[in-house]
């Protein structure tokens, strides 16, 4: 299996909703990332996890929380978020770092 | 924060040319990886090259490395309409608690049946 599963593929949320979104990996990966990706732009690292603890935070605002269940696992807790946050979000896990990193297919963002 | 610079941002050949893609990175790196994206989804790994190898050949696609100018290339022999997507360069920097995998801005291919 060398997949990394993102849920949902779609999602479109108030203002003042909370959300999450899941992302999976049944790899045996020890690092696992979210990027946030605006149209005709380059994937922008937010977080990186190691290990299942933090190790990067890119000054992203609170209102994106981060969490890592176990080895498998990847939350983004979403809160009081502003339409400019409506992107893709793309969740990869890689074996460790300086090998390549497989990518789920998003979920798209909307905020209105 | 951006590490590579893709050039051209944009590039459309007909099928059977070649298509090049280069790209600049800032910082000393530990390795220099290319991506593909169709269509805004996910990204698929192509290849890596680490920071002591100069050429390294995949199938159609050949990528060249050089740390002296901070520069890399992708070469992609023989295109087919399939190969129309976005290619994003990526450097490794870093180690342990520091690591990032930073993907540079991108060039869209497109090849013309």
């Known amino acids: 299996d060398t997949e990394v599963t993102q849920t949902p593929k779609h999602l479109v949320m108030g203002m003042t909703n909370k959300k999450s979104l899941k992302c999976e990996q049944h790899m045996g990966h020890r690092a696992m990332y979210w990027y946030k990706q605006k149209a005709k732009k380059p994937p922008e690292l937010m977080f990186v996890?190691?290990?299942?603890?933090?190790?990067i935070n890119e000054s992203v605002p609170s209102r994106f929380s981060p969490e890592c269940p176990n080895s498998s696992l990847l939350n983004l807790h979403l809160h009081a978020l502003q339409p400019e946050d409506s992107a893709l979000y793309l969740c990869?896990?890689?074996?460790?770092?300086?090998?390549?990193?497989?990518f789920g297919q998003g979920t798209r963002l909307t905020v209105v | 924060s951006q590490q590579g610079e893709e050039d051209p941002q944009a590039l459309s050949i007909q099928e059977g040319e070649n298509a090049t893609m280069n790209c600049s990175y800032k910082t000393s790196i530990n390795n220099l990886q290319w991506y593909r994206q169709n269509s805004g989804r996910g990204l698929v790994h192509l290849i890596l090259?680490?920071?002591?190898?100069r050429e390294k050949h995949s199938g159609r696609l050949r990528v060249t490395l050089d740390t002296s100018k901070k520069s890399s290339s992708l070469l992609i022999t023989a295109s087919r309409a399939a190969d129309t997507a976005s290619y994003f360069c990526a450097t490794d920097t870093g180690g342990g608690s520091n690591y990032k995998l930073t993907f540079g801005k991108g060039t869209l291919l497109t090849v013309n049946p």
């Open positions: 996890y190691s290990y299942e603890k933090l190790s």
């Open positions: 090259i680490r920071s002591n190898e």
């Open positions: 990869a896990s890689s074996q460790v770092f300086n090998t390549e990193a497989f």
